[in-house]
């Protein structure tokens, strides 16, 4: 049984920073991948970043690159997201997922992965 939880979103200023959090439970979280995405209201939900659980390699989409930073505590199983430099249009509610798929594009794509967190909302006002 795998469960991913959100948290740390809220509302800020454009120009402010949070951070996100995502506790995973699972048997064995080493084989997977974690992405975070985004969905604003009607909008299609997109990428934002993923890294391996083994922390080798993350990616980043380029509206969020220099600003957005992926980590994880292995020891604690969470994963987090730094959220810098925030932009109204960073608004959107934010999901992380798992997924065995690992490479650069698959990790990008919203179908590669199968597990998610219910979200968590993230408000950026100008």
């Known amino acids: 049984q795998v469960q991913l939880v959100e948290s740390g979103g809220g509302s800020v200023q454009a120009g402010g920073s949070l951070r996100l959090s995502c506790a995973a439970s699972a048997r064995t979280l080493s084989t997977y991948t974690i992405g975070w995405f985004r969905q604003a209201p009607g909008k299609d939900r997109e990428f934002v970043a993923a890294m391996s659980w083994r922390g080798s390699t993350a990616y980043y989409a380029d509206s969020v690159k220099d600003r957005f930073t992926v980590s994880r505590d292995t020891a604690q199983n969470m994963v987090y997201l730094e959220l810098s430099g925030l932009k109204p249009e960073d608004s959107a509610t934010y999901y992380c997922?798992?997924?065995?798929?690992?490479?650069?594009?698959?990790?990008?794509?919203?179908?590669?992965?199968?597990?998610w967190g219910q979200g968590t909302q993230v408000t950026v006002s100008s």
């Open positions: 997922a798992l997924t065995t798929n690992w490479t650069p594009v698959t990790v990008r794509v919203t179908k590669s992965y199968s597990f």
